[in-house]
């Protein structure tokens, strides 16, 4: 089927940037949206921001103006440019894509996780 691999995790201090990187690979007919997803500590994991096979995009309002979703289609990448990062921020964050892995076959499919810690 299909596997997400994120990278570019790590620890950061407020105000600061990191830039998340998602690969799917595996059998991959066609991805439609891609997304990145975020789990707090004691909190369910909420939506980030999501792009669609047509370049739209839409973004929690809590990181609006901050983060930025983008895609490569050639390379079945998505990434997350996260700027002025805050302490809020902190979360595992999971890639997520919506991906047809056979003919007629569309499944949901998320990455491992990447840990982002945004320190005051």
């Known amino acids: 089927q299909v596997q997400l691999v994120e990278s570019g995790g790590g620890l950061v201090q407020a105000g600061g940037s990191l830039r998340l990187s998602c690969a799917a690979s595996g059998t991959i007919f066609s991805i439609d949206r891609m997304a990145w997803y975020r789990q707090a500590s004691g909190k369910q994991r909420e939506l980030v921001a999501v792009?669609?096979?047509?370049?739209?995009?839409n973004y929690a309002d809590s990181v609006k103006g901050r983060f930025t979703i983008s895609r490569d289609y050639p390379k079945n990448m998505v990434y997350l440019q996260m700027n002025s990062l805050k302490t809020e921020d902190t979360a595992v964050y999971y890639c997520n894509c919506k991906a047809q892995w056979a003919l007629r076959m569309w499944s949901e499919f998320w990455g491992q996780g990447a840990q982002v810690t945004v320190s005051s």
């Open positions: 792009i669609t096979s047509g370049g739209s995009t």
